[in-house]
């Protein structure tokens, strides 16, 4: 919200002194957030003045048009001056801004007298952009007729100000108005409000224009007043202009600027309807299924049933509270409207705005919530300033609709709230006091009774008002205490081996990123998921922050993968990254959740209720990674280039579950599998005790191709929590033996769908408890072995706890081991 200064001091009385930094000062220490402070006119000196056009000489013998005007800025027509100007839109009679030679504009452009075309210049002519009006710089300010000759432009156009920008948070919506900033600057400085929605409203009447409010959620009240015969010729007024741009917002036209600046005045959002193209009767209802709307944008819009809409006997002729339509919308030569000003349901205007990818002034007020009790007020005000200053005739005629209870449900506290919540002692009379600075209404001695002021939504319960009490006494006066942290407590289990894993990754080239934990199904699609499959069970959220991802993940991958590609689409090439993060798995069955208050401690049946709602979040650990998995250098090649067709990547993946398994003291088999979004025959499944635990390997070339990520990409995803313990051991030592170590090495040829994990599996029980380790060193295909056929070359080390192994017995435990891996897996010892 953009504040000017002088047009704040219009509603408090602020120290003439005052500059825009020491107002924004007590406006920050009363909570609010002021970005900046903006000095408008900033670098204009000199003389600037409403000079009166008396004559024009057209020149000619140029390439643009050129004049030589002859300009009085006195108070007699002697006081004039010659000017050369180029632009073309003003005449003979015109009054139009002047700075004299001296004036030095912003830009550091400084005016002076100069001979140019055969003529001396003796000052300029100047367009808004010359002075720091704005961008217009097709033509020069052509002033109202009673403006005074020779008085200070500067001045009369409000060039110099300064402009307040504050960032207002969600449940602070009032402040998107002068109304809302100045009630918080009369508090911050003790003065008072000279409130604008404090205006006498007519009684409704029945002869009004007719409104019928289908959806009383979303709409529970509009009111509606028609002015007629508005000259259609009527500009907006100067100050007007200038404070609307100043405010953020451009000057249309005076209807329209009307509208703008009572919703920047009052906070309330207003919209005109042109009244001779309304057909019958106003109803505010849900759009029906195959509407199409053209908003005042020139769109043509496509309506979703959950959008609310206004509709005549034509249809709908507007999207409420975002946008009005096209249909009904005010003309050059419009002479009669009908205003409305309406209160809508905060959440059906957020989610319409955000289905429709529009947002807008109004929408920004009413998805934080608007007064109720100004829609009158505003729109009163609205037809006073067309009637002063279209000329209009204002209908006796008033429209008034409403569902809204008359009374507002009292917030009972105890005065001794704030004190308990602020650690710092507030007597009765201060929390009374504050409460009813910001507009609630106070009844009571130890208990309070509050009714909050309409114009403030977010003030539902007890620890709301001890904020507003605490915010407006000061939040530095809070005194700074450390939490007292009990003693014997540290990291759970579960954070002590997640802190672990994340070392080990780390440690072996992968870098930890953080995705957001959102899904839509084209990810699904993208990654080749079955239609079946469980991971498209989501959970889906009621306001997303993107309709294209609007569930929560059931997989870590699609979030890696886009963070690997926008990585990867920013020059680097060879990325490794890992995640550790929660998945939601529905439960089958949950109901939904009940509805907790803040007025007293949830029961235990209500906990237990909570927590049965909640989805299954087990966390998960996953890896991407592509390209160079060690870097190229003096040393030699990089391993493995991501174009080559021997790429080991899906073995690393593999390996990266291994490290993480290690972490967590379990080890993992792995097997050969077929899951999407992997290739088919580079896939691993991974097991612990004989239960899935994850995935690895090579991504399916389709998925590649469809996420555009580079050829050999690889990726691994485990079920964290499966592999922790249930309880933190102390860690064992390995049992080290003072005996030496018998090697045996092993080539087997087994077909080439044989995988190695199964070779070395039968090896290692066939070779019994002598076998220390086994490690494969080697693969071989070739025409030595025959086609189809592969080449596994294993070393085996042997070692006794209690002597030294023999020959025999080391090549007996050997043979064992290859005569059970042959039973098992066809498995041929190559040369034999």
């Not at 001396?120 to 009006?133: H, K, P, Q, W, Y």
């Not at 700074?480 to 289990?493: D, F, H, K, N, Y």
């Not at 579960?494 to 990754?505: A, D, P, S, T």
């Not at 995640?579 to 208050?597: D, N, V, W, Y």
């Amino acid at each position: 919200m953009r504040v000017p200064l002088s047009w704040l001091r219009e509603y408090v009385e602020l120290p003439a002194e005052a500059t825009g930094r020491e107002v924004a000062e007590h406006l920050v220490r009363a909570g609010l957030e002021v970005e900046t402070v903006h000095q408008s006119g900033l670098g204009l000196t000199g003389p600037l003045l409403v000079g009166h056009v008396l004559e024009i000489e057209e020149l000619t013998g140029f390439k643009k048009p050129i004049r030589f005007c002859q300009v009085q800025v006195g108070p007699n027509p002697q006081d004039s001056r010659g000017i050369i100007c180029g632009a073309t839109n003003f005449a003979t009679g015109d009054k139009v801004v002047v700075a004299l030679p001296g004036a030095v504009l912003p830009g550091e452009f400084k005016i002076t007298a100069r001979s140019t075309y055969g003529h001396v210049s003796d000052g300029m002519i100047c367009s808004a952009r010359e002075i720091g009006l704005g961008d217009d710089h097709a033509g020069i300010i052509v002033l109202p007729d009673e403006c005074e000759v020779g008085a200070d432009a500067a001045e009369l156009l409000g060039v110099r100000d300064e402009v307040l920008d504050i960032a207002v948070t969600p449940d602070r919506g009032y402040c998107l108005s002068m109304r809302g900033i100045a009630r918080e600057a009369a508090i911050a400085y003790g003065s008072a409000l000279r409130d604008p929605a404090l205006l006498d409203t007519p009684a409704p009447t029945r002869t009004g224009h007719p409104v019928r409010l289908l959806d009383p959620t979303g709409c529970d009240l509009f009111v509606a007043r028609a002015v007629r015969n508005i000259d259609p010729l009527s500009p907006s007024p100067l100050w007007m202009q200038r404070r609307i741009q100043l405010a953020g917002m451009r000057p249309i036209s005076l209807i329209v600027d009307i509208t703008n600046y009572v919703m920047l005045e009052i906070g309330q959002p207003l919209h005109a309807y042109a009244a001779d193209r309304l057909t019958g009767p106003i109803t505010v209802r849900r759009a029906q299924a195959g509407e199409i709307l053209e908003t005042l944008d020139g769109q043509h819009r496509k309506l979703d049933p959950e959008d609310l809409v206004i509709a005549d006997a034509s249809g709908p002729i507007g999207l409420a509270g975002v946008m009005g339509g096209g249909a009904t919308e005010v003309q050059p030569t419009t002479t009669d409207v009908l205003v409305e000003g309406a209160h809508f349901d905060p959440v059906v205007i957020a989610r319409a705005a955000r289905r429709h990818k529009l947002p807008s002034e109004a929408s920004r007020r009413f998805e934080r919530g608007v007064d109720p009790n100004a829609a009158a007020a505003a729109v009163q005000r609205a037809v006073d300033l067309l009637v002063l200053l279209g000329q209009g005739e204002a209908d006796p005629a008033v429209t008034v609709e409403s569902t809204r209870p008359a009374t507002a449900e009292p917030i009972v506290i105890e005065a001794s709230l704030p004190s308990r919540v602020a650690g710092l002692e507030y007597s009765r009379e201060i929390v009374a006091g504050r409460l009813q600075e910001i507009g609630c209404s106070v009844e009571g001695a130890d208990v309070l009774r509050i009714i909050p002021p309409s114009w403030r939504p977010d003030l539902t319960d007890p620890n709301d008002l001890a904020e507003e009490v605490i915010r407006l006494e000061g939040y530095d006066r809070l005194p700074s205490t450390m939490p007292q942290v009990p003693a014997g407590r540290g990291l759970t289990i579960k954070q002590r081996y997640r802190r672990r894993v994340g070392r080990e990754l780390a440690g072996a080239g992968y870098v930890e990123v953080l995705c957001y934990p959102f899904v839509g199904q084209k990810d699904f699609d993208q990654l080749g998921v079955p239609e079946d499959d469980p991971r498209r069970n989501t959970l889906r959220l009621l306001n997303p922050l993107s309709d294209e991802q609007p569930e929560l993940r059931t997989t870590l991958l699609p979030g890696l993968l886009a963070t690997l590609r926008r990585n990867i689409g920013r020059g680097f090439n060879d990325v490794a990254l890992f995640e550790t993060g929660l998945i939601f798995s529905p439960k089958p069955g949950a109901t939904p959740p009940p509805r907790l208050t803040t007025a007293h401690r949830p029961s235990d049946e209500q906990l237990a209720a909570l927590d049965a709602a909640l989805p299954n979040q087990p966390a998960h650990v996953a890896v991407v990674l592509a390209g160079l998995r060690e870097p190229a250098g003096w040393w030699g090649p990089g391993r493995p280039a991501a174009t080559d067709a021997s790429s080991t990547l899906w073995a690393d993946a593999i390996e990266a579950a291994r490290t993480v398994a290690r972490a967590c003291g379990v080890e993992l088999e792995v097997t050969q599998a077929q899951y999407e979004p992997w290739h088919p025959g580079r896939c691993a499944r991974l097991l612990v005790d004989g239960r899935v635990v994850g995935h690895a390997g090579e991504l399916h070339p389709k998925v590649l191709n469809e996420l555009g990520l580079p050829p050999r990409t690889s990726a691994m995803e485990l079920d964290f929590d499966a592999l922790l313990p249930a309880r933190d051991l102390p860690v064992q030592g390995p049992l080290v033996s003072t005996f030496p170590v018998a090697t045996q090495d092993v080539a087997l040829v087994v077909d080439q769908s044989v995988p190695a994990a199964t070779v070395e599996s039968a090896l290692t029980r066939g070779a019994g408890v002598l076998l220390e380790s086994i490690s494969l060193f080697d693969v071989y295909q070739g025409e030595r072995i025959g086609e189809g056929k592969k080449s596994l070359a294993f070393s085996l080390r042997f070692r006794a706890a209690d002597r030294t192994l023999t020959v025999e017995e080391a090549t007996q435990a050997r043979d064992a081991a290859v005569s059970l891996a042959a039973e098992q897996t066809g498995a041929v010892l190559r040369g034999a």
